[in-house]
Nanobody, 122 residues
Framework: QVHLAESGGGLGQPGGSLKLSCVAS????????TGWFRKAPGQEREGGSC???????YYGDSVQGRFTISRDIAKNTVYLQMNSLKPDNAGVYYC????WGWGLSDTSYDYWGQGTQVTVSS
């Protein structure tokens, strides 16, 4: 059974940084593609970054150059380093995994974590 658990959310200041983690059980990240998504109140869930099983990374325009997705296979963890935070980055962040699907569309992923809340405020 696949289980994804996000952590690392909290309060970040504009211009500051946060690092999110997603620990997986029941799968291996070197076999699965992973995405990080943000859901803000009243908005659709938005994909920001993706890392493939082959360790290729992709980013949405709004986070390109500020966010970095990475993974540690030994720890079975995927990370999202968020720098230069903006108020628009606030929301619930979800990691998602799929054996075949990839990219920034949430319909590509079958497995989802419960999310971690990110607030950006001074």
């Amino acid at each position: 059974q696949v289980h994804l658990a996000e952590s690392g959310g909290g309060l970040g200041q504009p211009g500051g940084s946060l690092k999110l983690s997603c620990v997986a059980s029941g799968l291996r990240w070197d076999f699965y593609n992973t995405g990080w998504f943000r859901k803000a109140p009243g908005q659709e869930r938005e994909g920001g970054s993706c890392i493939t099983s082959e360790n290729s990374t992709y980013y949405g325009d709004s986070v390109q150059g500020r966010f970095t997705i990475s993974r540690d296979i030994a720890k079975n963890t995927v990370y999202l380093q968020m720098n230069s935070l903006k108020p628009d980055n606030a929301g619930v962040y979800y990691c998602a995994a799929d054996l075949w699907g990839w990219g920034l569309s949430d319909t590509s992923y079958d497995y989802w974590g419960q999310g971690t809340q990110v607030t950006v405020s001074s």
